[in-house]
């Protein structure tokens, strides 16, 4: 394992530092927090890149200023997308959302353009690029789109077309100046071409430091093998479930007494026949659960709605709130919401599909997927599980679901510079085939070739860093439950743990690297925050410690109604990484004891 990088300290830096596609910023007071919610310039002005679903990157935006400036209106503002069928989908949304145009679509409009390398010889390849042009007041709304769906150009893409632009902007300017030269006698001028421009010293090294940090550490793989990578990761999703499970069969036969509980717990269990071919890639986890819920609406009754049960990441149920017929939701996630909703369908109310998290965020609870899978069974409805927080080494959640879905951007990549996300079908359930067929006639593979590359690299290593993950949260969740000045602490240890335990893998199974802690108000909250030094902003599953106040970057504008599903304002989520078991211990030690009594 490499060795965890000490985090910047300023506000809006890269996390890692120095990291152009970053999936996080720095926030290193609570105060940070608040400014960067309230769009205060004291924290947005300094950001370097932020979570790229909620903070567009500033080489996505460049790219989008270009191409806004050849297309567009003075009075009109754009967004980029990868594909056409995506543009259309935002514009579908939009014309559902933004009111002018309800009566008036042509104010919404899609401009393609291939972005064409000038020199037929440079070793760029073309890249088809769409933007969606609507008038600047509804940006807010294009945004929601692009926050909820995920389904984004990634700003190592923008960066490739940018370098085709710059580069073709070059020989452009070169034509015009030897035009311009003046033809003298043309007895005495060189018969030698001219020379090419000298490339700016900081320019040069620039690009050298890139090529030997990709190179010489392995970093990355030449961009053909894109393919390559892609298979991979699939295969590895695959393998890693398909191992898991093999395990758990094979314990499930064990006689050893100390499993004789968990197979009490777990009984009969086991996935056959999962292959590469049942494992599908996305621009991000967001874009996964987008795209499950979309083909439960193309196999099912579109006019049902679904459930999300338990208090889920905010665009989960965003997502099942604005596209389709809307949600039942069942924001507590425990067995009394279980006889609600099973009162609800014996009633004779039907629904499509059940969206669910193992275990949720931020309150780390697993709902009884024995119960949500014999109801699923009984009434046919699809089960949908996000097993990001879990992950494949830990949780067995195929077993109970027609498809998982999961953010590769987290513990699977670990790096914090790359964006994916994956979706596994079940091929032992009833609406397996129906679900493949609507996939294959929509599918697009959005993923961008680099992102792949980076992706594949870094998941090489996933399994191993989940294990010390799972060990250092576990010992640092067993020091914080029993301080003085922690009032609670979430984690599926100490959270519904009977129904965790039920679907945890025997075999290398721990609890995650994710728990939360409530300490007594506000004001403690933020002292052991603004003194806990470790790396502080979005995101999850990072290599290093990583923690925020989640309640406010995730619920600022709806803090009361959170509170209603016990996630109050001040809860500090911790996402825990590689470091040294001792060196964490002190690192919470250290921000405890700054903690006024």
Same mark, same amino acid.
């Given at each position: 394992m490499s060795v965890v990088p000490e985090p910047p300290t300023q506000v809006g830096a890269a996390i890692p530092a120095h990291t152009p596609h970053a999936v996080s910023v720095m926030f290193p007071k609570w105060q940070d927090n608040i400014y960067y919610e309230e769009g205060n310039p004291?924290?947005?002005?300094?950001?370097?890149?932020?979570?790229?679903?909620?903070?567009?990157?500033?080489?996505?935006?460049?790219?989008?200023?270009?191409? @806004?400036?050849?297309?567009?209106?003075?009075?009109?503002?754009?967004?980029?997308?990868?594909?056409?069928?995506?543009? $259309?989908?935002?514009?579908?949304?939009?014309?559902?959302?933004?009111?002018?145009?309800?009566?008036?679509?042509?104010?919404?409009?899609?401009?393609?353009?291939?972005?064409? +390398?000038?020199?037929?010889?440079?070793?760029?390849?073309?890249?088809?690029?769409?933007?969606?042009?609507?008038?600047?007041?509804?940006?807010?709304?294009?945004?929601?789109?692009?926050?909820?769906?995920?389904?984004?150009?990634?700003?190592?893409?923008? $960066?490739?077309?940018?370098?085709?632009?710059?580069?073709?902007?070059?020989?452009?300017? $070169?034509?015009?100046?030897?035009?311009?030269? +003046?033809?003298?006698?043309? =007895?005495?001028?060189?018969?030698?071409?001219?020379?090419?421009?000298?490339?700016?010293?900081?320019?040069?090294?620039?690009?050298?430091? @890139?090529?030997?940090?990709? $190179?010489?550490?392995? =970093? &990355?793989?030449?961009?053909?093998?894109?393919?390559?990578?892609?298979?991979?990761?699939?295969?590895?999703?695959?393998?890693?479930?398909?191992?898991?499970?093999?395990? &758990?069969?094979?314990?499930?036969?064990?006689?050893?007494?100390?499993?004789?509980?968990?197979?009490?717990?777990?009984?009969?269990?086991?996935?056959?026949?999962?292959?590469?071919?049942?494992?599908? @890639?996305?621009?991000?986890?967001?874009?996964?659960?987008?795209?499950?819920?979309?083909?439960?609406?193309?196999?099912?009754?579109?006019?049902?709605?679904?459930?999300?049960?338990?208090?889920?990441?905010?665009?989960? @149920?965003?997502?099942?709130?604005k596209f389709g017929a809307g949600c039942h939701f069942y924001g507590l996630g425990e067995d009394q919401q279980i006889d609600e909703l099973e009162a609800l369908l014996q009633s004779g109310d039907r629904i499509l599909s059940l969206f669910c998290e193992l275990p949720s965020n931020p309150l780390l609870k697993s709902p009884n997927m024995r119960r949500l899978r014999a109801l699923a069974d009984q009434y046919d409805f699809l089960i949908v599980v996000d097993e990001t927080i879990g992950n494949f080494c830990n949780v067995a959640a195929l077993e109970w679901a027609d498809m998982v879905v999961s953010s590769l951007t987290k513990v699977f990549s670990g790096d914090s510079n790359v964006m994916g996300g994956s979706m596994v079908l079940n091929p032992n359930r009833k609406h397996y085939h129906s679900i493949k067929s609507a996939i294959e006639a929509d599918f697009e593979d959005l993923i961008w070739c680099e992102d792949a590359i980076f992706m594949e690299r870094n998941s090489r290593t996933f399994k191993a860093r989940s294990n010390i993950i799972n060990e250092n949260a576990e010992a640092l969740c067993d020091f914080l439950v029993n301080h003085p000045k922690v009032q609670s602490v979430y984690y599926p240890k100490f959270v519904s743990r009977e129904n965790y335990d039920a679907v945890k893998n025997v075999n290398g199974g721990g609890y995650g690297g994710l728990f939360s802690v409530v300490l007594q108000h506000e004001n403690a909250a933020s002292q052991f925050y603004d003194n806990l030094h470790c790396a502080k902003g979005p995101s999850l599953g990072t290599n290093f410690t990583l923690a925020s106040p989640y309640t406010i970057l995730a619920h600022y504008t709806e803090l009361d109604w959170a509170a209603q599903f016990g996630v109050p304002r001040h809860l500090v989520r911790v996402s825990v990484g590689l470091e040294e078991r001792d060196r964490l211990l002190k690192m919470f030690k250290d921000a405890l004891d700054a903690v006024e009594a």
């Open positions: 004291i924290v947005t002005a300094k950001m370097e890149c932020g979570y790229p679903r909620f903070f567009i990157h500033p080489l996505i935006q460049q790219l989008c200023a270009r191409l @806004l400036a050849k297309f567009g209106q003075p009075t009109e503002d754009g967004m980029l997308f990868p594909s056409r069928k995506v543009a $259309e989908r935002c514009r579908d949304f939009m014309k559902r959302y933004y009111e002018p145009a309800h009566s008036h679509s042509g104010l919404l409009r899609i401009a393609e353009f291939d972005i064409t +390398p000038a020199d037929a010889s440079s070793e760029l390849q073309p890249v088809r690029t769409y933007i969606l042009l609507f008038p600047k007041d509804a940006f807010k709304v294009a945004k929601q789109y692009w926050q909820h769906a995920g389904d984004n150009i990634s700003s190592r893409m923008a $960066e490739y077309c940018l370098r085709i632009l710059d580069e073709n902007q070059r020989i452009e300017k $070169e034509k015009e100046a030897l035009l311009k030269r +003046p033809k003298g006698n043309r =007895r005495y001028q060189s018969a030698a071409p001219s020379a090419a421009p000298t490339p700016k010293k900081e320019d040069s090294c620039e690009a050298e430091h @890139l090529v030997y940090v990709e $190179e010489r550490y392995g =970093r &990355n793989l030449p961009i053909q093998f894109a393919d390559r990578a892609k298979r991979a990761l699939r295969r590895r999703i695959a393998g890693v479930i398909t191992e898991a499970e093999e395990e &758990n069969m094979l314990a499930d036969k064990a006689t050893q007494s100390d499993l004789k509980e968990q197979r009490n717990l777990q009984g009969d269990r086991g996935i056959k026949g999962i292959a590469e071919d049942d494992v599908y @890639l996305f621009p991000c986890g967001m874009s996964a659960i987008y795209h499950a819920h979309r083909y439960a609406m193309t196999i099912g009754n579109a006019d049902l709605k679904s459930v999300c049960f338990g208090f889920p990441y905010t665009d989960t @149920l965003k997502i099942l709130q």
